[in-house]
């Protein structure tokens, strides 16, 4: 699996010259604190192990009204979900509170009503041979 995950990295690194850019518009961050986490996984069992196909680090420095925006850029084509984490305290892991996260999280195209959760199947995405926009709206309990 860690050699797939390689491979794919390097393809990715690759595609970047002539791959595709995924514009990603976070909405209802709640502060400037921290930073924001993204992860970009390819399907649901990456996703529940947390192994990305790729990460992304985006400071707050251009937070306006609750809202940044950042491109993922040079993806080939192909099917994809975003897991975002508002790490306001800037260790890289989610902060709870019992089993309550106290930091805030989002997920591409998908805002998350339940307590357990998501699968990847709820915020997948397909990237075809044009740039492609999605939304993530931020969720604080």
Not at 19 to 32: A, K
Not at 60 to 68: A, F, N, R
Not at 126 to 141: A, N, P, Q
């Amino acid at each position: 699996m860690k050699v797939l995950t390689l491979i794919f990295s390097l393809l990715i690194t690759c595609a970047s010259i002539i791959g595709q850019n995924v514009i990603v518009e976070i909405t209802d961050v709640r502060n400037s604190k921290g930073h924001l986490l993204l992860g970009i996984y390819t399907n649901d069992s990456d996703y529940q192990e947390r192994v990305a196909i790729m990460k992304q680090t985006v400071l707050k420095t251009k937070l306006k009204d609750g809202k940044v925006i950042t491109t993922i850029k040079g993806l080939p084509p192909g099917v994809y979900g975003i897991a975002l984490m508002d790490d306001e305290d800037w260790d890289r892991k989610m902060a709870y509170s019992f089993i309550i996260p106290k930091e805030g999280f989002a997920f591409s195209n998908y805002y998350h009503e339940g307590f357990t959760k998501p699968h990847f199947k709820d915020f997948r995405f397909v990237l075809g041979k044009e740039d492609k926009k999605v939304i993530m709206k931020c969720k604080y309990l």
